[in-house]
């Protein structure tokens, strides 16, 4: 969920850089999306904002509805595509065999995160196939971890692991509250700070404004900081951020 920095905090990130130019129209369509076109970059699939989030060009193509949106300071939010649920749904998902065992036990008690709290939608782990995927990132990437949004009523489908970056230790807390929150984009959640990212993850100021769509203010959530969010921008090393109370009100409200 985080890049690796010489502090004690870490910044999220994602996917290997592309070099490729990002044209102007894209970074028009991204702003209008309500995602952070700072230090946008071409990756393999789509484009790398907010630090951990693939935006794709499907993604791009898609107007979605909307009839609830604020703006504010640190409110839980989702974006505007969401996993179909209906009476119920089960999302699988598999952990790569070319990733350590630790990450099998992070993926479980993430799991089990979002099974304790009676949603709609439920997650299982599989051994083969799998709706989310978490793969290791590409040899030398200097990032954490990255995911994108819901498409066509699915999830995202994989998470990229910079299990060298990461490493094994605290599988069932630190790394799994970075497996929750990369869940928790592939089901259609915002950052919790993403009007100001500086709030956990430090440096100055970061507010990108009003956004058109893809910033959904989640109602019951609260209006002031949220400092124990398990979809705040950056964590700690060795963190450890269960669902609050407020996480467990927005996961109610959308799922």
């Known amino acids: 969920?985080?890049?690796?920095?010489?502090?004690?905090?870490?910044?999220?990130?994602?996917?290997?850089v592309v070099q490729d130019k990002v044209s102007a129209a894209v970074i028009s369509q991204i702003r209008e999306m309500g995602l952070t076109t700072a230090d946008i970059k071409r990756v393999d699939g789509g484009y790398l904002v907010e630090g951990d989030i693939v935006v794709t060009d499907e993604n791009l193509?898609?107007?979605?509805?909307?009839?609830?949106?604020?703006?504010?300071?640190?409110?839980?939010?989702r974006t505007s595509n969401l996993v179909?649920?209906?009476?119920?749904?089960?999302?699988?998902?598999?952990v790569s065999s070319s990733l350590p065992s630790a990450y099998v036990t992070a993926a479980d008690a993430a799991i089990a995160?979002?099974?304790?709290?009676?949603?709609?939608?439920?997650?299982?782990?599989?051994?083969?196939?799998?709706?989310?995927?978490?793969?290791?990132?590409?040899?030398?990437?200097?990032?954490?971890?990255?995911?994108?949004?819901?498409?066509?009523?699915?999830?995202?489908?994989?998470?990229?692991?910079?299990?060298?970056?990461?490493?094994?230790s605290y599988a069932s807390t630190y790394i799994a509250s970075i497996l929750a929150h990369e869940i928790g984009h592939c089901i259609g959640f915002r950052h919790t700070d993403y009007m100001d990212r500086s709030y956990s993850c430090g440096g100055s100021y970061a507010n990108e404004g009003a956004s058109t769509?893809?910033?959904?203010?989640?109602?019951?959530?609260?209006?002031?900081a949220d400092p124990n969010s398990w979809m705040l921008a950056c964590i700690g090393y060795g963190g450890n951020r269960p669902f609050n109370a407020n996480d467990v009100t927005a996961l109610r409200y959308v799922y």
């Open 213 to 224: 769509v893809g910033a959904v203010y989640i109602p019951g959530t609260p209006s002031g």
């Open 61 to 77: 193509a898609q107007k979605p509805e909307y009839s609830l949106l604020r703006v504010g300071a640190q409110e839980q939010y």
């Open 1 to 16: 969920m985080l890049a690796l920095s010489s502090c004690s905090k870490e910044k999220e990130a994602a996917a290997p």
């Open 84 to 94: 179909s649920v209906g009476s119920g749904r089960t999302i699988t998902v598999r």
């Open 113 to 168: 995160r979002y099974n304790a709290q009676g949603l709609l939608v439920r997650f299982t782990r599989v051994t083969s196939g799998g709706n989310i995927v978490l793969n290791p990132s590409p040899s030398g990437a200097s990032y954490l971890a990255s995911a994108g949004f819901p498409s066509g009523g699915n999830p995202y489908s994989q998470v990229l692991v910079n299990n060298g970056a990461i490493g094994t």
